[in-house]
C-alpha cells in the first residue's frame, strides 16, 4: 500500500521557541534597514505571503522574491544554533517519523511554508533531517497559497521516486491552513493540536482527525495505513 505523507514543520514537528519569528524579523531588517512594526504574521502562510505581509503592513514596497529568499536563507543559518539550544523536537515525533521512513512503500517528506533551506536548518537542528525524504518536499518558495504545495510534492515524488500518480496524499500539520490544504486537493488530513489552535478549531475547518500530539506511534500509523489502504 503506497502512501505519500507530508509533514508540517513547525508546530507539529518541532517547536521553535519564537526562533522562526526571529528569522522573520531579522530578514525584514536586513532588507528595510529598520526593524519590523510587529511581529510575522504565520499560522500556515507561506514564506512568500508571510514576507509580503510584513513589507505592507510596514508601508514598503517588496523586493524582488530572490532578494527575500536570500535573506530568509541567511538569517535562518545564523540561527540554527540558536533553534538548537531553544528549540525542541515534539513528544513522539522521531519516533513516528523514523517508524514511517522505514515503510518501503512510503514517501514521507514535509509541506511547509519555509523555504527549503530554513526548512532544512529546522529539521537538522534536531536530527530529523535522515527520517524525511526532504527532495520530494514541497516549500515556501514553491507556491504562494499553501494547497499549491500539494501538486509540487506528488510531481516530485513521481519524477524523483517512480510514485504512479494516484497514490495517496496525506498532510499532517497543525493550522487550519493545512486541513484547507488537504481538503482543496482531495488529499487526506491528520490535524495535530499541537500549535496555537484547538482541536475544536482544526474540526471546524473540516479535519476529520484530530490527535491532541503524535505521541502515540501506533496510533499515527493506523491513520496512515487506512489512508493508504483506500
Keep these: ?33 529598520t526593524v519590523p512594526s510587529g511581529p510575522a504574521r504565520t499560522e500556515g502562510r507561506t514564506d512568500r505571503l508571510i ?22 536563507a541567511h538569517a535562518g543559518q545564523q540561527r540554527l544554533h540558536e533553534l538548537s539550544k531553544r528549540g525542541t523536537a515534539l513528544p513522539g515525533v522521531r519516533d513516528v517519523l523514523k517508524a514511517a521512513s522505514v515503510r ?13 533551506s530554513n526548512a532544512r536548518v529546522k529539521v537538522s537542528a534536531f536530527g530529523l533531517d535522515p527520517l524525511l525524504d526532504l527532495a520530494v518536499g514541497a516549500y515556501g518558495a514553491d507556491a504562494l497559497q499553501r494547497p499549491g504545495l500539494v501538486a509540487v510534492a506528488q510531481e516530485r515524488a513521481q519524477r524523483l521516486r517512480g510514485v504512479r500518480d494516484d497514490v495517496p496524499v496525506i498532510l499532517v500539520g497543525d493550522t ?6 488537504a481538503l482543496a486537493t482531495g488529499s487526506g488530513i491528520i490535524a495535530v493540536a499541537s500549535g496555537v489552535h ?21 496510533q499515527v500509523l493506523g491513520i496512515l495505513e487506512t489512508f493508504a489502504a483506500h
Excluded at 518501503?104 to 527549503?116: D, F, P, Y
Excluded at 478549531?201 to 501506533?218: F, H, I, P, Q, W
Design 1 to 33: 500500500m503506497e502512501l505519500i505523507v507530508l509533514w508540517d514543520i513547525d508546530h507539529t514537528l518541532i517547536g521553535n521557541s519564537g526562533v522562526s519569528k526571529e528569522i522573520y524579523a531579522a530578514a525584514f531588517a536586513a532588507l528595510a534597514g
Design 104 to 116: 518501503e512503500a512510503w514517501v514521507s517528506s514535509v509541506l511547509t511554508g519555509n523555504i527549503a
Design 176 to 181: 487550519p491552513r493545512d486541513v484547507e490544504a
Design 51 to 72: 514576507m509580503r505581509d510584513m513589507f505592507h503592513r510596514n508601508g514598503l514596497s517588496e523586493p524582488d522574491w530572490a532578494t527575500v529568499e536570500a535573506a530568509l
Design 198 to 218: 484547538s482541536p475544536e478549531e482544526l474540526a471546524a475547518a473540516g479535519a476529520s482527525v484530530v490527535l491532541s500530539d503524535l505521541t502515540d506511534t501506533a
